[in-house]
Protein backbone atom coordinates (compact mmCIF):
# COMPACT_ATOMS: atom_id res chain seq x y z
CA UNK A 1 0.00 0.00 0.00
CA UNK A 2 1.20 3.14 -0.98
CA UNK A 3 -0.24 6.36 0.41
CA UNK A 4 0.60 10.03 -0.16
CA UNK A 5 -0.38 12.81 2.22
CA UNK A 6 -0.12 16.16 1.89
CA UNK A 7 1.65 17.53 5.01
CA UNK A 8 0.26 20.51 7.22
CA UNK A 9 2.90 23.50 6.51
CA UNK A 10 2.15 27.02 5.85
CA UNK A 11 4.79 26.70 2.84
CA UNK A 12 5.64 24.78 0.13
CA UNK A 13 8.44 22.10 0.72
CA UNK A 14 11.31 24.18 -1.59
CA UNK A 15 9.88 27.74 -1.86
CA UNK A 16 8.24 30.38 0.63
CA UNK A 17 4.73 30.06 -1.70
CA UNK A 18 1.79 29.06 0.92
CA UNK A 19 0.43 25.44 0.54
CA UNK A 20 -3.52 27.00 1.02
CA UNK A 21 -6.18 24.35 -0.99
CA UNK A 22 -8.33 26.69 -3.46
CA UNK A 23 -6.79 29.87 -4.42
CA UNK A 24 -7.15 30.74 -7.66
CA UNK A 25 -5.07 28.43 -9.94
CA UNK A 26 -1.65 29.72 -10.73
CA UNK A 27 -1.49 32.55 -8.19
CA UNK A 28 0.41 30.53 -5.65
CA UNK A 29 3.59 30.05 -7.43
CA UNK A 30 7.26 31.33 -7.80
CA UNK A 31 10.19 30.93 -10.34
CA UNK A 32 11.17 28.08 -7.71
CA UNK A 33 8.11 25.63 -7.74
CA UNK A 34 7.71 26.43 -11.70
CA UNK A 35 11.00 24.86 -12.08
CA UNK A 36 12.90 27.99 -13.98
CA UNK A 37 16.61 27.36 -13.96
CA UNK A 38 19.21 29.30 -12.01
CA UNK A 39 16.52 28.75 -8.98
CA UNK A 40 17.76 26.71 -6.26
CA UNK A 41 15.85 24.60 -3.77
CA UNK A 42 15.97 25.00 0.20
CA UNK A 43 14.11 22.58 2.19
CA UNK A 44 11.12 23.08 4.49
CA UNK A 45 12.38 22.51 8.45
CA UNK A 46 8.80 21.79 9.50
CA UNK A 47 8.15 19.08 6.75
CA UNK A 48 11.35 17.73 7.63
CA UNK A 49 9.98 17.58 11.33
CA UNK A 50 6.41 15.91 10.60
CA UNK A 51 7.93 13.31 8.96
CA UNK A 52 10.20 12.33 11.18
CA UNK A 53 7.69 12.23 13.94
CA UNK A 54 5.94 10.13 11.35
CA UNK A 55 8.49 7.89 10.97
CA UNK A 56 9.21 7.84 14.54
CA UNK A 57 4.95 7.10 15.37
CA UNK A 58 5.12 4.04 12.80
CA UNK A 59 8.24 2.40 14.90
CA UNK A 60 10.81 3.20 12.04
CA UNK A 61 15.09 3.36 12.08
CA UNK A 62 15.45 7.38 11.40
CA UNK A 63 18.06 7.61 8.72
CA UNK A 64 21.00 9.10 10.64
CA UNK A 65 21.47 10.95 7.03
CA UNK A 66 18.56 11.93 4.80
CA UNK A 67 19.44 12.60 1.04
CA UNK A 68 17.06 13.84 -1.60
CA UNK A 69 17.04 12.35 -4.94
CA UNK A 70 15.89 13.11 -8.80
CA UNK A 71 13.29 11.05 -10.20
CA UNK A 72 12.92 11.83 -13.39
CA UNK A 73 9.99 11.74 -15.63
CA UNK A 74 8.40 14.39 -17.79
CA UNK A 75 4.60 15.00 -17.28
CA UNK A 76 2.91 18.24 -17.63
CA UNK A 77 2.22 18.82 -14.75
CA UNK A 78 5.70 18.11 -13.08
CA UNK A 79 7.40 21.85 -14.38
CA UNK A 80 11.10 20.52 -13.50
CA UNK A 81 10.85 17.13 -15.40
CA UNK A 82 11.92 15.50 -11.89
CA UNK A 83 10.52 15.57 -8.79
CA UNK A 84 12.46 15.78 -5.48
CA UNK A 85 12.37 12.59 -3.81
CA UNK A 86 14.03 9.93 -1.20
CA UNK A 87 15.29 7.07 -2.66
CA UNK A 88 17.17 3.54 -1.58
CA UNK A 89 17.01 1.57 1.71
CA UNK A 90 19.27 3.67 4.01
CA UNK A 91 18.88 7.34 3.11
CA UNK A 92 15.10 7.97 3.29
CA UNK A 93 14.10 9.71 6.99
CA UNK A 94 11.98 6.75 8.03
CA UNK A 95 12.62 2.69 7.09
CA UNK A 96 11.90 -0.50 8.93
CA UNK A 97 8.66 0.60 10.88
CA UNK A 98 5.48 -1.04 11.63
CA UNK A 99 1.64 -0.25 12.38
CA UNK A 100 -0.30 -2.17 14.35
CA UNK A 101 -4.02 -2.84 13.52
CA UNK A 102 -6.89 -4.37 15.43
CA UNK A 103 -9.17 -6.95 13.66
CA UNK A 104 -11.96 -9.11 14.74
CA UNK A 105 -10.21 -8.77 18.30
CA UNK A 106 -6.69 -9.58 16.70
CA UNK A 107 -3.25 -7.32 16.75
CA UNK A 108 -1.84 -7.76 13.65
CA UNK A 109 1.54 -5.71 12.37
CA UNK A 110 1.85 -4.23 9.22
CA UNK A 111 5.33 -3.49 8.17
CA UNK A 112 6.50 -0.31 6.89
CA UNK A 113 9.53 -0.49 4.15
CA UNK A 114 10.03 3.19 4.05
CA UNK A 115 8.69 6.57 5.10
CA UNK A 116 9.92 9.76 3.07
CA UNK A 117 9.63 13.11 1.95
CA UNK A 118 8.77 14.30 -1.24
CA UNK A 119 7.58 16.95 -3.30
CA UNK A 120 3.90 17.19 -4.80
CA UNK A 121 2.94 18.09 -8.48
CA UNK A 122 0.88 19.59 -10.34
CA UNK A 123 -2.98 19.30 -10.95
CA UNK A 124 -4.58 18.79 -14.57
CA UNK A 125 -8.03 19.57 -15.12
CA UNK A 126 -9.02 17.36 -19.03
CA UNK A 127 -12.06 19.10 -20.80
CA UNK A 128 -12.50 18.15 -24.08
CA UNK A 129 -9.89 15.52 -26.00
CA UNK A 130 -6.85 17.96 -26.59
CA UNK A 131 -7.66 20.66 -24.09
CA UNK A 132 -6.19 20.82 -20.90
CA UNK A 133 -5.30 23.10 -18.13
CA UNK A 134 -2.68 22.90 -15.37
CA UNK A 135 -2.65 24.57 -11.52
CA UNK A 136 0.47 24.54 -10.80
CA UNK A 137 -0.54 25.94 -7.14
CA UNK A 138 -0.04 22.28 -5.76
CA UNK A 139 3.63 21.77 -7.56
CA UNK A 140 6.19 21.88 -4.31
CA UNK A 141 3.69 20.98 -1.58
CA UNK A 142 4.87 18.93 0.91
CA UNK A 143 4.61 15.38 0.59
CA UNK A 144 5.21 12.22 2.70
CA UNK A 145 5.01 8.51 1.24
CA UNK A 146 4.12 5.67 3.68
CA UNK A 147 4.94 2.16 1.50
CA UNK A 148 4.61 -1.33 3.23
CA UNK A 149 6.65 -3.77 3.18
CA UNK A 150 6.90 -6.58 0.44
CA UNK A 151 6.20 -9.47 0.34
CA UNK A 152 3.02 -8.00 1.76
CA UNK A 153 0.90 -8.18 5.10
CA UNK A 154 -1.94 -7.38 3.98
CA UNK A 155 -4.46 -10.07 2.85
CA UNK A 156 -8.07 -9.04 2.47
CA UNK A 157 -9.66 -5.52 1.59
CA UNK A 158 -11.29 -5.26 5.26
CA UNK A 159 -7.45 -5.32 6.61
CA UNK A 160 -6.50 -2.93 4.08
CA UNK A 161 -9.10 -0.78 4.94
CA UNK A 162 -8.31 -1.30 8.94
CA UNK A 163 -4.33 -0.21 8.20
CA UNK A 164 -5.36 2.76 6.40
CA UNK A 165 -8.25 3.89 9.39
CA UNK A 166 -5.48 3.30 11.67
CA UNK A 167 -2.39 5.38 9.44
CA UNK A 168 -5.14 8.42 8.89
CA UNK A 169 -5.70 8.58 13.01
CA UNK A 170 -2.44 8.91 13.50
CA UNK A 171 -1.66 11.60 11.07
CA UNK A 172 -4.79 13.44 12.20
CA UNK A 173 -3.28 12.64 15.62
CA UNK A 174 0.09 13.89 15.08
CA UNK A 175 -1.12 17.09 12.95
CA UNK A 176 0.96 16.40 10.40
CA UNK A 177 -1.90 15.87 7.43
CA UNK A 178 -5.34 16.63 7.93
CA UNK A 179 -6.25 13.12 6.07
CA UNK A 180 -9.41 14.74 4.26
CA UNK A 181 -9.08 11.78 1.46
CA UNK A 182 -12.35 13.77 -0.66
CA UNK A 183 -10.03 16.72 -1.08
CA UNK A 184 -7.18 14.53 -2.08
CA UNK A 185 -4.89 15.42 1.29
CA UNK A 186 -4.43 11.52 2.04
CA UNK A 187 -4.21 9.16 -1.26
CA UNK A 188 -3.59 6.24 -1.00
CA UNK A 189 -2.52 3.00 -4.34
CA UNK A 190 -3.11 0.16 -3.55
CA UNK A 191 -0.98 -2.52 -5.26
CA UNK A 192 -2.76 -5.94 -5.64
CA UNK A 193 -1.37 -9.13 -6.58
CA UNK A 194 -3.09 -12.70 -6.29
CA UNK A 195 -1.76 -16.18 -5.45
CA UNK A 196 -3.17 -19.74 -5.81
CA UNK A 197 -4.66 -21.04 -2.95
CA UNK A 198 -2.11 -22.43 -0.43
CA UNK A 199 0.95 -20.80 -2.29
CA UNK A 200 2.93 -17.84 -1.50
CA UNK A 201 3.79 -16.92 -4.97
CA UNK A 202 2.34 -14.01 -6.01
CA UNK A 203 1.47 -13.21 -9.33
CA UNK A 204 1.75 -9.76 -11.59
CA UNK A 205 0.66 -7.04 -9.74
CA UNK A 206 -1.44 -3.45 -10.35
CA UNK A 207 -1.68 -0.43 -9.21
CA UNK A 208 -4.76 1.24 -8.20
CA UNK A 209 -5.34 4.84 -8.35
CA UNK A 210 -8.53 7.92 -7.67
CA UNK A 211 -9.65 5.64 -4.57
CA UNK A 212 -11.01 9.20 -2.23
CA UNK A 213 -12.97 7.04 0.28
CA UNK A 214 -12.46 4.10 2.29
CA UNK A 215 -15.58 2.73 0.88
CA UNK A 216 -13.69 2.94 -2.51
CA UNK A 217 -10.76 1.49 -0.92
CA UNK A 218 -12.53 -1.74 -0.17
CA UNK A 219 -14.37 -1.81 -3.43
CA UNK A 220 -11.07 -1.41 -5.73
CA UNK A 221 -9.81 -3.94 -4.07
CA UNK A 222 -12.49 -6.53 -4.27
CA UNK A 223 -13.29 -5.72 -8.18
CA UNK A 224 -9.38 -6.05 -9.19
CA UNK A 225 -8.70 -9.15 -7.11
CA UNK A 226 -11.89 -10.91 -8.87
CA UNK A 227 -10.88 -9.32 -12.27
CA UNK A 228 -6.90 -10.99 -11.58
CA UNK A 229 -8.43 -14.15 -10.49
CA UNK A 230 -10.79 -14.61 -13.65
CA UNK A 231 -7.84 -13.50 -16.23
CA UNK A 232 -5.52 -16.37 -15.00
CA UNK A 233 -8.93 -19.05 -14.77
CA UNK A 234 -9.57 -18.66 -18.41
CA UNK A 235 -5.68 -18.88 -18.91
CA UNK A 236 -4.90 -14.58 -19.81
CA UNK A 237 -2.08 -13.12 -18.04
CA UNK A 238 -2.09 -10.03 -15.61
CA UNK A 239 -0.57 -7.06 -17.05
CA UNK A 240 1.51 -5.12 -14.46
CA UNK A 241 -0.17 -1.29 -15.05
CA UNK A 242 -1.38 1.57 -13.57
CA UNK A 243 -5.65 1.56 -13.23
CA UNK A 244 -8.12 4.09 -12.32
CA UNK A 245 -11.39 3.61 -10.45
CA UNK A 246 -14.67 4.79 -11.49
CA UNK A 247 -16.96 4.79 -8.05
CA UNK A 248 -19.74 5.66 -9.92
CA UNK A 249 -19.38 2.48 -12.52
CA UNK A 250 -17.61 0.27 -10.06
CA UNK A 251 -14.90 -1.23 -12.11
CA UNK A 252 -11.35 -0.42 -12.70
CA UNK A 253 -9.97 0.73 -16.16
CA UNK A 254 -6.16 1.07 -17.09
CA UNK A 255 -4.28 4.50 -17.17
CA UNK A 256 -0.81 3.64 -18.08
CA UNK A 257 1.34 0.06 -17.91
CA UNK A 258 3.40 1.02 -14.76
CA UNK A 259 6.94 2.41 -15.34
CA UNK A 260 9.96 0.36 -13.91
CA UNK A 261 12.58 1.79 -11.60
CA UNK A 262 15.59 2.05 -14.16
CA UNK A 263 13.10 4.25 -16.19
CA UNK A 264 13.17 6.97 -13.41
CA UNK A 265 16.65 7.41 -13.76
CA UNK A 266 17.43 8.49 -9.96
CA UNK A 267 20.21 10.06 -8.84
CA UNK A 268 21.24 12.46 -5.52
CA UNK A 269 20.54 15.96 -5.57
CA UNK A 270 22.87 17.47 -6.04
CA UNK A 271 21.35 21.01 -4.97
CA UNK A 272 20.11 20.17 -1.64
CA UNK A 273 23.01 19.14 1.06
CA UNK A 274 22.34 16.33 3.02
CA UNK A 275 19.94 16.54 6.43
CA UNK A 276 22.07 14.92 9.97
CA UNK A 277 19.50 14.37 12.04
CA UNK A 278 21.05 14.21 14.87
CA UNK A 279 19.76 12.53 18.27
CA UNK A 280 18.76 15.54 20.11
CA UNK A 281 16.68 16.69 17.42
CA UNK A 282 14.89 12.92 17.60
CA UNK A 283 14.70 13.45 21.28
CA UNK A 284 13.14 16.48 21.49
CA UNK A 285 10.55 15.96 18.48
CA UNK A 286 9.91 12.09 20.05
CA UNK A 287 8.41 14.25 22.96
CA UNK A 288 5.97 15.83 21.07
CA UNK A 289 4.39 12.55 20.14
CA UNK A 290 0.60 12.14 21.94
CA UNK A 291 -0.68 9.02 23.17
CA UNK A 292 -1.41 6.77 19.63
CA UNK A 293 -4.98 5.75 18.57
CA UNK A 294 -4.86 1.95 19.40
CA UNK A 295 -2.99 2.92 22.89
CA UNK A 296 -5.81 5.04 23.57
CA UNK A 297 -8.45 2.94 22.54
CA UNK A 298 -7.47 0.56 24.54
CA UNK A 299 -7.51 2.84 27.80
CA UNK A 300 -10.95 3.71 27.20
CA UNK A 301 -11.87 0.07 27.72
CA UNK A 302 -9.77 -0.49 30.67
CA UNK A 303 -10.82 3.21 32.27
CA UNK A 304 -14.13 3.89 30.90
CA UNK A 305 -15.43 0.32 30.54
CA UNK A 306 -16.81 1.10 27.02
CA UNK A 307 -17.09 -1.03 24.39
CA UNK A 308 -14.53 -1.98 21.80
CA UNK A 309 -16.52 -0.55 19.30
CA UNK A 310 -17.35 3.12 21.18
CA UNK A 311 -13.31 3.08 21.75
CA UNK A 312 -13.03 2.75 18.21
CA UNK A 313 -15.31 5.75 17.18
CA UNK A 314 -14.28 7.91 19.28
CA UNK A 315 -10.42 7.59 19.00
CA UNK A 316 -10.44 7.21 14.69
CA UNK A 317 -10.13 11.14 15.42
CA UNK A 318 -7.58 13.18 17.65
CA UNK A 319 -10.33 16.02 18.00
CA UNK A 320 -13.25 13.80 18.43
CA UNK A 321 -10.91 12.00 21.26
CA UNK A 322 -10.34 15.44 23.05
CA UNK A 323 -13.86 16.36 22.71
CA UNK A 324 -14.72 12.82 24.91
CA UNK A 325 -11.97 13.60 27.39
CA UNK A 326 -13.31 17.30 28.01
CA UNK A 327 -16.42 16.17 29.04
CA UNK A 328 -15.18 13.00 31.04
CA UNK A 329 -13.32 15.62 32.96
CA UNK A 330 -16.28 17.71 33.69
CA UNK A 331 -18.03 14.60 35.04
CA UNK A 332 -19.66 13.50 32.69
CA UNK A 333 -20.52 9.53 32.86
CA UNK A 334 -18.58 8.09 30.14
CA UNK A 335 -20.83 6.12 28.25
CA UNK A 336 -23.26 8.97 28.44
CA UNK A 337 -20.16 11.42 26.64
CA UNK A 338 -19.90 8.63 24.20
CA UNK A 339 -23.56 8.69 23.08
CA UNK A 340 -24.51 11.87 22.83
CA UNK A 341 -20.80 12.52 21.30
CA UNK A 342 -21.36 9.58 18.82
CA UNK A 343 -25.07 10.03 17.63
CA UNK A 344 -27.05 13.24 18.17
CA UNK A 345 -23.36 15.77 18.15
CA UNK A 346 -22.25 13.34 15.14
CA UNK A 347 -25.55 13.66 13.21
CA UNK A 348 -25.49 17.64 13.40
CA UNK A 349 -21.73 17.49 12.71
CA UNK A 350 -22.31 15.68 9.58
CA UNK A 351 -25.52 17.70 8.16
CA UNK A 352 -23.49 21.21 8.93
CA UNK A 353 -20.50 20.06 7.28
CA UNK A 354 -18.48 21.22 10.45
CA UNK A 355 -15.85 19.29 12.26
CA UNK A 356 -16.18 18.93 15.70
CA UNK A 357 -13.26 21.72 16.93
CA UNK A 358 -16.21 23.90 15.26
CA UNK A 359 -19.17 22.57 16.88
CA UNK A 360 -20.67 25.55 18.78
CA UNK A 361 -21.67 22.57 20.99
CA UNK A 362 -18.83 22.87 23.54
CA UNK A 363 -18.28 19.84 26.03
CA UNK A 364 -19.18 22.14 28.82
CA UNK A 365 -22.70 22.52 27.36
CA UNK A 366 -22.60 18.93 26.98
CA UNK A 367 -22.16 18.87 30.38
CA UNK A 368 -24.58 20.69 31.61
CA UNK A 369 -27.21 18.88 29.77
CA UNK A 370 -26.87 15.95 30.87
CA UNK A 371 -26.73 17.73 34.73
CA UNK A 372 -30.23 18.74 33.95
CA UNK A 373 -31.41 15.51 32.94
CA UNK A 374 -29.16 13.60 35.90
CA UNK A 375 -30.94 15.89 37.86
CA UNK A 376 -34.74 15.39 36.94
CA UNK A 377 -35.12 19.44 35.84
CA UNK A 378 -35.94 18.03 32.22
CA UNK A 379 -37.00 15.63 29.84
CA UNK A 380 -35.18 13.33 27.58
CA UNK A 381 -37.04 14.53 24.99
CA UNK A 382 -36.62 18.00 26.02
CA UNK A 383 -33.13 17.50 26.21
CA UNK A 384 -32.75 16.34 22.39
CA UNK A 385 -35.40 19.35 21.72
CA UNK A 386 -32.16 21.86 23.76
CA UNK A 387 -30.06 19.89 22.62
CA UNK A 388 -30.41 21.30 18.58
CA UNK A 389 -31.00 24.86 20.04
CA UNK A 390 -27.66 25.23 21.33
CA UNK A 391 -26.07 23.23 18.60
CA UNK A 392 -27.47 26.50 16.51
CA UNK A 393 -27.23 28.96 18.83
CA UNK A 394 -24.21 27.89 21.31
CA UNK A 395 -26.37 29.53 24.75
CA UNK A 396 -25.74 27.31 27.52
CA UNK A 397 -29.01 24.61 28.12
CA UNK A 398 -29.46 25.85 32.04
CA UNK A 399 -30.06 29.28 30.38
CA UNK A 400 -32.82 28.58 27.86
CA UNK A 401 -34.61 26.14 30.79
CA UNK A 402 -34.57 28.82 33.22
CA UNK A 403 -35.63 31.19 30.31
CA UNK A 404 -38.50 28.93 28.82
CA UNK A 405 -39.78 26.89 31.58
CA UNK A 406 -38.88 23.90 30.45
CA UNK A 407 -38.63 22.55 33.88
CA UNK A 408 -40.19 19.01 34.16
CA UNK A 409 -43.42 18.61 35.96
CA UNK A 410 -42.95 17.54 39.00
CA UNK A 411 -46.55 17.94 40.60
CA UNK A 412 -48.68 14.64 40.78
CA UNK A 413 -51.62 16.56 41.00
CA UNK A 414 -50.87 18.43 37.52
CA UNK A 415 -49.48 15.01 35.87
CA UNK A 416 -52.30 12.77 36.57
CA UNK A 417 -54.85 15.47 35.86
CA UNK A 418 -53.04 15.01 32.88
CA UNK A 419 -53.64 11.46 32.42
CA UNK A 420 -56.71 11.40 33.12
CA UNK A 421 -57.40 13.77 30.49
CA UNK A 422 -55.48 12.11 28.18
CA UNK A 423 -58.01 8.88 29.00
CA UNK A 424 -61.04 10.72 28.55
CA UNK A 425 -59.81 11.89 25.36
CA UNK A 426 -59.04 8.71 23.94
CA UNK A 427 -61.49 6.19 24.56
CA UNK A 428 -60.84 3.52 21.96
CA UNK A 429 -57.32 3.18 23.53
CA UNK A 430 -58.67 2.71 26.92
CA UNK A 431 -61.07 -0.05 25.79
CA UNK A 432 -57.94 -1.76 23.76
CA UNK A 433 -56.10 -1.64 26.94
CA UNK A 434 -58.48 -3.07 28.81
CA UNK A 435 -59.22 -6.02 26.08
CA UNK A 436 -55.20 -7.11 26.71
CA UNK A 437 -53.56 -4.74 24.26
CA UNK A 438 -51.52 -3.48 26.69
CA UNK A 439 -49.43 -1.91 24.07
CA UNK A 440 -51.38 0.83 23.47
CA UNK A 441 -49.30 1.93 26.71
CA UNK A 442 -46.63 3.35 24.15
CA UNK A 443 -49.10 6.07 22.48
CA UNK A 444 -51.05 7.34 25.91
CA UNK A 445 -47.63 8.35 27.20
CA UNK A 446 -46.81 9.79 23.68
CA UNK A 447 -50.66 11.73 23.92
CA UNK A 448 -49.17 12.54 27.42
CA UNK A 449 -46.07 14.20 26.51
CA UNK A 450 -47.72 16.45 23.59
CA UNK A 451 -50.22 17.48 25.97
CA UNK A 452 -47.70 18.58 28.59
CA UNK A 453 -45.36 19.55 25.80
CA UNK A 454 -42.49 17.25 26.89
CA UNK A 455 -42.22 18.26 30.20
CA UNK A 456 -43.34 15.12 32.00
CA UNK A 457 -40.90 12.65 33.41
CA UNK A 458 -42.08 9.26 30.75
CA UNK A 459 -41.49 6.81 33.08
CA UNK A 460 -43.69 8.51 35.96
CA UNK A 461 -46.52 9.60 33.03
CA UNK A 462 -46.67 5.52 32.52
CA UNK A 463 -46.98 5.00 35.84
CA UNK A 464 -49.65 7.29 36.86
CA UNK A 465 -51.28 6.46 33.38
CA UNK A 466 -51.46 2.68 34.63
CA UNK A 467 -53.23 3.92 37.65
CA UNK A 468 -55.46 5.55 36.57
CA UNK A 469 -56.46 3.03 33.71
CA UNK A 470 -57.14 0.80 36.93
CA UNK A 471 -59.91 2.85 37.75
CA UNK A 472 -61.27 3.47 34.36
CA UNK A 473 -62.03 0.11 34.30
ZN1 LIG B 1 7.13 28.65 -5.10
MN1 LIG C 1 5.48 9.40 -4.41
Not at 52 to 61: D, S, V
Amino acid sequence: MEVHAQLLTESKMFCACPTRFGDAPNTNVCPVCLGLPGTLPVPNKKAVEHVIRTALALNCRIAPIALFYRKNYFYPDLPKGYQISQYGEVHPIGTHGYLEIELNGERKKIRIRRVHLEEDTGKLFHYLPGESEVDYNRAGVPLMEIVTDFPPDIHSPEEAREYLVQLRAILTYLKVCDGKMEEGSLRCEPNISVAPEGSNQLGVKTELKNLNSFRSVVRGIEFEVQRQIQILESGGQVVQETRGWSEEGAYSFPMRTKEFEQDYRYFPEPDIVPIQITEEWLESLRKTIPELPLAKAERYRREYGLSDYDARVLTADYDTATYFERCVALGVEPKTACNWITVELQARLNETGRAISESPLTPSHLADLVELIQSGTISGRIAKELFDEVFQTGRMPSEIVKERGLVQISDEDALRAAARQVLEENPDAVQKYHAGKTSVIGFLVGQMMKATQGRANPQRAQQLLREELEKFR
